[in-house]
């Protein structure tokens, strides 16, 4: 006989624009989660008596974003968590995610929607109070002339890679983090800017020792920060015309997949 294991249904993808009708506005994308035993007749005996409709999930989140009047996506998934716990007793578990739909102020009542970097947020609520989150910033593209090297790697029948040494490197990067203390969070922003700051002056021997580094200088810069993790891809361009004069004039075009991937996660 079959065991149910694990269960969860939930929202995806529902959008939410809060404004103040002046000058504010609170702009995210939410996904919704719910796990509980209250929920199993209804997968093996299409007993629906205790299922929230996901429809009533995508209201409730949008009702909730009428009475939130903060700025961070994390202060919006806790109030979203509490209040949903507090409405459906058979729901044990809630785990919620949101990212940012950014705009750019260009007056004190208008915006423009940009690309880019930003921020997003998970938080998950137990009936017994477990709090656990992370946040991050996604997207962040990043190229830099020199600075960046890769030798020294194994060298076999397999090897077709040239070694570089002070080359352009361009990489998609995310960081996620964790916050020792849920009220006391590291700005996000401001972690978005060491890394960038780290990019720039630091010459690094890979994209590991790179990564490396930014995490290092976010934990040492950030008291608040308990846990960091970065994912680089590198996107270098691949070289398409070379200056017969001047070697280092070049033209590159956008390089084909696969892509290198590179993942660190750093704790205290």
């Known amino acids: ?15 939410v624009y809060r404004t103040d009708g002046v000058s504010s506005l609170f702009a995210a994308e939410v996904g919704m989660t719910l796990r509980g035993a209250a929920f199993a007749p209804s997968y093996t005996e299409g007993d629906n008596t205790l299922v929230v409709a996901t429809d009533s999930m995508k209201n409730f989140i949008q009702v909730t974003a009428l009475d939130y ?7 919006f998934l ?14 044990e578990r809630i785990e919620l995610t949101a990212r940012e739909l950014p705009f750019a102020r260009r007056s004190e009542q208008s915006f423009q929607s940009v690309g880019g970097d930003h921020a997003v947020a998970e938080l998950t609520l137990d009936r017994d109070g477990t709090l656990e989150h992370r946040s991050g ?7 830099k002339l ?3 090297s890769f030798e020294g790697f194994v060298r076999d029948e397999y090897t077709t890679l040239p070694e570089s040494r002070d080359r352009p490197l361009f990489i998609h990067l ?33 994209i590991q020792e790179l990564v490396h580094s930014m995490g290092t200088r976010l934990l040492d810069r950030f008291g608040e920060l308990d846990e960091v993790s970065l994912v680089a891809e590198n996107r270098l361009w691949d070289t398409a015309q070379v200056s017969s004069s001047d070697e280092r004039v070049r033209v590159y075009t956008d ?8 993942e660190l996660t750093l704790g205290r």
């Open 1 to 15: 006989m079959a065991e149910l294991l694990r269960i969860g249904y939930g929202k995806e993808a529902v959008s």
């Open 69 to 75: 009047e903060g700025a961070s996506l994390e202060g």
């Open 78 to 91: 806790e109030l979203l968590a509490r209040r949903f716990l507090d409405t459906y007793s058979q729901v």
């Open 137 to 143: 910033r996604v997207g962040i593209w990043l190229v």
């Open 146 to 148: 020199t600075g960046s």
């Open 174 to 206: 995310d960081v996620h983090w964790r916050n020792r203390d849920f009220a006391e969070r590291a700005d996000g922003e401001a972690i978005r800017d060491s890394v960038v700051q780290t990019f720039a002056e630091f010459d690094s021997a890979s």
């Open 255 to 262: 390089p084909r997949p696969p892509y290198g991937r590179i």
